[in-house]
T-cell receptor
Framework: GDSVTQMEGPVTLSEEAFLTINCTYT??????LFWYVQYPGEGLQLLLK?????DKGSNKGFEATYRKETTSFHLEKGSVQVSDSAVYFC????????????FGKGTHLIIQP | GAVVSQHPSWVICKSGTSVKIECRSL??????MFWYRQFPKQSLMLMAT?????????EQGVEKDKFLINHASLTLSTLTVTSAHPEDSSFYIC????????????FGPGTRLTVL
């Protein structure tokens, strides 16, 4: 079945550092790929998504590119802020979005001032 | 827009009792809602897909008689954990799919269930 593997946390960085959170996937066909963020005490929020190969999703300074050749969707940000501290989940779904999402285990990101 | 609520946000119950969790889409109609379960420091695992007016589809390994799902309207789905036991203690999260917005799923804040 489908699966998502992302780097385990916690990941601790200083403010303004460069961020990469790795995510790779296994799926049949051409899934849609997502990054969700969960701030303390809140529900999951969609951060960005990509629906086909070579698409780049971006939002709030975060970016991820759908790489089919490496089955990856790594999350990057050039300069993190303390407010970026949260848990980040990589996920995939079928192209039409009819099925539920398959999530990675989540990466807890801690940004220190 | 696109807000999903869950009630209650947390519940503690005795072993053997049943607990109902509600999931509501507040400002859109959701023909499909999903129920997930999250263990501490683990991923969200899809439990079932709930379609309005029809029976839920359960993922492999999820007991449908244990986790009763009802999707009576386009804005409400309920999950009832029947005869709960300590191993059912978990964080339950619902999402609602909005067909009018790229089929995106919007998540509720989750319900923490503790069974004593």
């Amino acid at each position: 079945g489908d699966s998502v593997t992302q780097m385990e946390g916690p990941v601790t960085l200083s403010e303004e550092a460069f961020l990469t959170i790795n995510c790779t996937y296994t799926a049949t066909g051409y899934p849609s790929l997502f990054w969700y963020v969960q701030y303390p005490g809140e529900g999951l929020q969609l951060l960005l998504k990509a629906t086909k190969a070579d698409d780049k999703g971006s939002n709030k300074g975060f970016e991820a590119t759908y790489r089919k050749e490496t089955t990856s969707f790594h999350l990057e940000k050039g300069s993190v802020q303390v407010s970026d501290s949260a848990v980040y989940f990589c996920a995939l779904s079928d192209p039409g979005g009819a099925d539920g999402l398959t999530f990675g285990k989540g990466t807890h990101l801690i940004i220190q001032p | 827009g696109a807000v999903v609520s869950q009630h209650p946000s947390w519940v503690i119950c005795k072993s053997g009792t049943s607990v109902k969790i509600e999931c509501r889409s507040l400002d859109f109609q959701a023909t499909t809602m999903f129920w997930y379960r999250q263990f501490p420091k683990q991923s969200l695992m899809l439990m079932a897909t709930s379609n309005e007016g029809s029976k839920a589809t359960y993922e492999q390994g999820v007991e449908k008689d244990k986790f009763l799902i009802n999707h009576a309207s386009l804005t409400l789905s309920t999950l009832t954990v029947t005869s709960a036991h300590p191993e059912d203690s978990s964080f339950y999260i619902c999402s609602a799919r909005w067909s009018g917005y790229y089929n995106e799923q919007f998540f509720g804040p989750g319900t923490r269930l503790t069974v004593l």
